[in-house]
C-alpha cells in the first residue's frame, strides 16, 4: 500500500444519495442521512479501516449551491485548460470567509488536495440544465472523476443521465446504495481504480484486503453463533431453597431466571454480530424491533422458527433426548430428578413448540444437605433449531444490510427460511453437536470448530 492511501470526494446536487452513497463504500452507519436538503454543511473524513490500515478515505460533502455563481468566476479566467485547476484553487483563497460559498468551499477543498471525484446524481429525476454548471466546476478541477447514478425512487430517467454525464466524465456507472451487494462494492471499486494510474495498486490491494475482512465477518459470526448454541444449551441455573421440598413460586423463579439468561444470552450474541458488521449503531428501539411480538420462548417463535413435526421427531430420535428444560434438585452436589421436563413429547402442539409445560413435580432420593433447585440444561431438541434459526436470520439481514438504511429493523420471514439451509447431512451433523452441548461433559475443542465451520456453511448458502 503506498503512503498516501486513495481518497474521493462524494460531491453533486443537495439530497441526491452522497451521504448514503458514503455511508456504504465506507461501511459505516455513523453518517449522517435525511431527506431534508443541505443536512450535511460540513465535509467530513471517513476512512475505511482494516487492521489498521487505511483503504481508502471518503469525503461526505455538501451539495451546490451556487455552482452558476462560481463557474461565473471561474469562467472571468481565460486561461488554458492546464491553468484552470490554478483558477478553481485561486476561487477557494479568494472565497475560504465567504459565508456565501461555504458549501462550494467545503466540497472544493479535498478535491484539489487530490481527491478524486464520485459525482452523484438521482436517476428518478429528469436531466436538467442546473446540473451543467456543477459538472463543469468539476472539470476545472482537473481530478480524475466518474458519475454514479442513484435510483432513488420507481421512476427512471437512467438514459438521458448517461448521455450527458458521459460528456463530462471518464466513467459512468448505476449504483443503489440501498441495494448494493458486496459483489457490486467489489465492483466499484475496481472502476475507481480505473479512474488514475497512481490508484491501481493501491485500490488492488485494498480489495484483495477488503475480500479478506469480509471472510473474516462470516467466521467471527459463525463463531458468535456456535457460542451462542453452546451456553444456551448447556446452561444450567440454580436457585437455594431453605425448605426440603420447592415451592411452586421456587420453581417459577428458576425458570424464569434460566429463560431470562438464556434471552440475554441471545441479545448479547446479536449485538456481537451487529458489532462485527459495523452496524453498532442500530437504535435501541429498532433493535427491540427485530423480533417484534416473538419472544425467545413465545409459540409464535417455535412455529416459524422451530422444526416441523416431522422433522422434529426425526431428530428427536437421532438426538435420542426428547425431553425439555428439566427442574432438578442439588442436595450438596447429587442432583435428584424433580420431574421431567418442560416440552416433553406427549402430545399437542405445546409440547413441540412450547417451553411453559410442566409435568409433576417429583422428589427423589435422600436428604444430603443443601438443596438447590436447578433448570437446565435445556433438553428439548426443538429448542437448538428456534435459538439457531432465529440467529441465522439475524445474521443474514444484518450482513446484507446496507450502511445506508436507516429504516427500523423490521424483518419478515417466511416458513421456508430453514429449507434454504438445512438439509439432512446438515441437520445429523448438528443434532451431533447439540447432543454434546447439552450432555454437561466436557466438549473438545475440534467439536466446536467443526460446528463452527458448518455454521460457516450455512452463512454463505444464506448470504452469497
Given at each position: 500500500?503506498?503512503?498516501?492511501?486513495?481518497?474521493?470526494?462524494?460531491?453533486?446536487?443537495?439530497?441526491k444519495g452522497k451521504s448514503s452513497i458514503v455511508s456504504t463504500l465506507a461501511f459505516d452507519d455513523s453518517v449522517q442521512i435525511s431527506d431534508t436538503p443541505g443536512t450535511t454543511t460540513k465535509k467530513r473524513s471517513f476512512p475505511l479501516t482494516v487492521d489498521g490500515r487505511v483503504l481508502y478515505e471518503l469525503f461526505d460533502t455538501p451539495g451546490f449551491q451556487r455552482a452558476r455563481s462560481v463557474l461565473a468566476w471561474l469562467q472571468k479566467h481565460e486561461v488554458t485548460a492546464d491553468k484552470r485547476p490554478d483558477v478553481v484553487q485561486a476561487f477557494i483563497n479568494e472565497h475560504r470567509d465567504n459565508e456565501r460559498f461555504n458549501d462550494e468551499i467545503e466540497l472544493l477543498e479535498p478535491i484539489m488536495a487530490g481527491a478524486g471525484?464520485?459525482?452523484?446524481?438521482?436517476?428518478?429525476?429528469?436531466?436538467?440544465?442546473?446540473?451543467?454548471?456543477?459538472?463543469?466546476?468539476?472539470?476545472?478541477?482537473?481530478?480524475?472523476?466518474?458519475?454514479?447514478?442513484?435510483?432513488?425512487?420507481?421512476?427512471?430517467?437512467?438514459?438521458?443521465?448517461?448521455?450527458?454525464?458521459?460528456?463530462?466524465?471518464?466513467?459512468?456507472?448505476?449504483?443503489?446504495?440501498?441495494?448494493?451487494?458486496?459483489?457490486?462494492?467489489?465492483?466499484?471499486?475496481?472502476?475507481?481504480?480505473?479512474?488514475?494510474?497512481?490508484?491501481?495498486?493501491?485500490?488492488?490491494?485494498?480489495?484483495?484486503?477488503?475480500?479478506?475482512?469480509?471472510?473474516?465477518?462470516?467466521?467471527?459470526?459463525?463463531?458468535?453463533?456456535?457460542?451462542?448454541?453452546?451456553?444456551?444449551?448447556?446452561?444450567?441455573?440454580?436457585?437455594?431453597?431453605?425448605?426440603?421440598?420447592?415451592?411452586?413460586?421456587?420453581?417459577?423463579?428458576?425458570?424464569?431466571?434460566?429463560?431470562?439468561?438464556?434471552?440475554?444470552?441471545?441479545?448479547?450474541?446479536?449485538?456481537?454480530?451487529?458489532?462485527?458488521?459495523?452496524?453498532?449503531?442500530?437504535?435501541?428501539?429498532?433493535?427491540?424491533?427485530?423480533?417484534?411480538?416473538?419472544?425467545?420462548?413465545?409459540?409464535?417463535?417455535?412455529?416459524?422458527?422451530?422444526?416441523?413435526?416431522?422433522?422434529?421427531?426425526?431428530?428427536?430420535?437421532?438426538?435420542?433426548?426428547?425431553?425439555?428444560?428439566?427442574?432438578?434438585?442439588?442436595?450438596?452436589?447429587?442432583?435428584?430428578?424433580?420431574?421431567?421436563?418442560?416440552?416433553?413429547?406427549?402430545?399437542?402442539?405445546?409440547?413441540?413448540?412450547?417451553?411453559?409445560?410442566?409435568?409433576?413435580?417429583?422428589?427423589?432420593?435422600?436428604?444430603?444437605?443443601?438443596?438447590?433447585?436447578?433448570?437446565?440444561?435445556?433438553?428439548?431438541?426443538?429448542?437448538?433449531?428456534?435459538?439457531?434459526?432465529?440467529?441465522?436470520?439475524?445474521?443474514?439481514?444484518?450482513?446484507?444490510?446496507?450502511?445506508?438504511?436507516?429504516?427500523?429493523?423490521?424483518?419478515?420471514?417466511?416458513?421456508?427460511?430453514?429449507?434454504?439451509?438445512?438439509?439432512?447431512?446438515?441437520?445429523?451433523?448438528?443434532?451431533?453437536?447439540?447432543?454434546?452441548?447439552?450432555?454437561?461433559?466436557?466438549?473438545?475443542?475440534?467439536?466446536?470448530?467443526?460446528?463452527?465451520?458448518?455454521?460457516?456453511?450455512?452463512?454463505?448458502?444464506?448470504?452469497?
Amino acid at each position: 500500500m503506498t503512503e498516501t492511501h486513495p481518497k474521493f470526494a462524494v460531491v453533486g446536487h443537495p439530497n441526491k444519495g452522497k451521504s448514503s452513497i458514503v455511508s456504504t463504500l465506507a461501511f459505516d452507519d455513523s453518517v449522517q442521512i435525511s431527506d431534508t436538503p443541505g443536512t450535511t454543511t460540513k465535509k467530513r473524513s471517513f476512512p475505511l479501516t482494516v487492521d489498521g490500515r487505511v483503504l481508502y478515505e471518503l469525503f461526505d460533502t455538501p451539495g451546490f449551491q451556487r455552482a452558476r455563481s462560481v463557474l461565473a468566476w471561474l469562467q472571468k479566467h481565460e486561461v488554458t485548460a492546464d491553468k484552470r485547476p490554478d483558477v478553481v484553487q485561486a476561487f477557494i483563497n479568494e472565497h475560504r470567509d465567504n459565508e456565501r460559498f461555504n458549501d462550494e468551499i467545503e466540497l472544493l477543498e479535498p478535491i484539489m488536495a487530490g481527491a478524486g471525484i464520485i459525482y452523484v446524481v438521482d436517476g428518478s429525476k429528469p436531466y436538467g440544465e442546473e446540473y451543467e454548471a456543477e459538472m463543469e466546476i468539476l472539470r476545472w478541477t482537473g481530478q480524475p472523476s466518474m458519475a454514479l447514478i442513484n435510483l432513488i425512487d420507481e421512476t427512471n430517467y437512467v438514459e438521458e443521465w448517461k448521455r450527458a454525464l458521459g460528456q463530462y466524465f471518464k466513467m459512468v456507472r448505476l449504483f443503489n446504495p440501498m441495494k448494493a451487494t458486496f459483489p457490486q462494492h467489489l465492483s466499484l471499486l475496481q472502476s475507481i481504480a480505473q479512474l488514475k494510474e497512481e490508484w491501481i495498486e493501491p485500490v488492488n490491494e485494498s480489495i484483495g484486503l477488503f475480500k479478506a475482512f469480509h471472510e473474516q465477518m462470516f467466521e467471527q459470526t459463525a463463531r458468535s453463533i456456535t457460542q451462542l448454541l453452546y451456553h444456551s444449551l448447556s446452561h444450567v441455573e440454580r436457585l437455594p431453597i431453605k425448605e426440603e421440598d420447592a415451592t411452586e413460586k421456587e420453581k417459577t423463579l428458576v425458570l424464569e431466571r434460566y429463560k431470562a439468561r438464556l434471552r440475554e444470552y441471545e441479545e448479547l450474541e446479536q449485538k456481537r454480530v451487529e458489532k462485527v458488521w459495523h452496524h453498532e449503531n442500530l437504535e435501541k428501539a429498532q433493535q427491540a424491533l427485530l423480533f417484534d411480538g416473538m419472544d425467545l420462548f413465545s409459540k409464535e417463535s417455535a412455529s416459524l422458527f422451530g422444526l416441523s413435526r416431522k422433522e422434529l421427531l426425526i431428530t428427536g430420535t437421532t438426538g435420542g433426548a426428547m425431553t425439555g428444560a428439566g427442574i432438578d434438585l442439588l442436595l450438596g452436589g447429587s442432583t435428584l430428578f424433580l420431574g421431567s421436563a418442560i416440552g416433553a413429547m406427549v402430545g399437542g402442539a405445546g409440547v413441540f413448540f412450547g417451553f411453559n409445560e410442566l409435568s409433576e413435580v417429583k422428589v427423589l432420593g435422600q436428604k444430603l444437605g443443601k438443596r438447590y433447585l436447578e433448570a437446565g440444561p435445556m433438553k428439548n431438541v426443538n429448542f437448538p433449531y428456534i435459538l439457531l434459526n432465529r440467529a441465522l436470520f439475524h445474521a443474514t439481514k444484518i450482513a446484507s444490510r446496507s450502511h445506508a438504511l436507516r429504516n427500523k429493523v423490521l424483518l419478515e420471514m417466511g416458513r421456508d427460511f430453514t429449507s434454504k439451509w438445512m438439509d439432512d447431512e446438515v441437520r445429523k451433523s448438528l443434532e451431533k453437536c447439540h447432543v454434546l452441548f447439552r450432555s454437561g461433559d466436557e466438549v473438545k475443542p475440534e467439536t466446536m470448530k467443526a460446528y463452527e465451520e458448518t455454521i460457516g456453511m450455512i452463512l454463505r448458502r444464506l448470504i452469497d
